[in-house]
């Protein structure tokens, strides 16, 4: 790293070490989703240190993401979120690598130390996780910043270890995991928290990837404040980095 690197860094590093600062700068962490959760995860990353990250998103910042999303301002509004963040975290860290992809995940190979899961539709999420299963890809995923306010509520456990199975989100998420023979080995940021939304709205969403892929799905508008999937995307980086600090003390 550079000076200017080290001193970025300085008071990380009086915590946990500056050889532990270097290890960080050699490591690659894949991000999907960069809204409420997934945003908060990819700066926290960022002001780690991590050296190399990759961001994946098809959306534009709108109105409605301004409670609640690091990026979202009303002079952002419209613009992809992939452009922004880049522009972001390489001015937190000049010497960051970014890899970005402006698309909506759909089971493409990829390649990290890890991976963490801030998806919000069910049939990316689902196919992102099977794939990390199936690759050895470390991931943590967040199942519980929708409709609900108190961050204190939040939790990290293993898959097989969420207790509040009768959300529908989550619960829909382990029965498909379930029928593709997951059922452990993902780690999860949950609530305990019992979700409550006013008025309950969902839509038809059409979607053309990258490839010309015409994907259609029903989204449904959570309720969410600006305290929840902050606070969940913190927790997730946070976790990835301490894995990281574990094996590295562990040799």
Request: some cysteine.
């Amino acid at each position: 790293m550079s000076e200017a690197a080290d001193e970025i860094f300085s008071r990380n590093e009086l915590y946990w070490s500056a050889e532990f600062q270097r290890v960080l700068a050699q490591k690659h962490i894949a991000v999907f989703g960069l809204g409420g959760v997934g945003g908060y995860c990819a700066e926290c990353l960022a002001r780690a240190g991590v050296g190399e990250l990759t961001l994946v998103d098809f959306d534009e910042v709108s109105i409605s993401n301004i409670n609640r999303q690091i990026i979202a301002l009303h002079s952002t509004i419209g613009q992809k979120k992939t452009n922004l963040f880049q522009k972001r975290l390489k001015d937190i860290n000049p010497e960051i690598k970014l890899n970005i992809i402006e698309d909506f995940y759909t089971g493409k190979d990829f390649k990290a130390d890890y991976a963490a899961d801030a998806i919000d539709t069910m049939r990316s999420k689902i196919s992102l996780l099977e794939y990390c299963v199936k690759n050895q890809i470390p991931v943590i995923s967040s199942m519980g910043a929708g409709n609900r306010m108190d961050p204190t509520k939040l939790y990290i456990c293993d898959i097989k270890d969420v207790k509040e199975k009768n959300a529908p989100f989550v619960s829909n998420i382990i029965y498909q995991l379930k029928k593709r023979g997951i059922e452990s080995g993902i780690t999860v940021v949950a609530s305990h928290e019992k979700p409550f939304v006013l008025e309950k709205i969902s839509e038809t969403e059409h979607i053309t990837t990258k490839q010309n892929e015409e994907i259609e799905f029903t989204k449904i508008t959570p309720s969410s404040t600006p305290f929840v999937a902050s606070a969940a995307g913190i927790f997730m980086a946070s976790y990835i980095i301490g894995k990281f600090k574990e094996e590295f003390e562990n040799g």
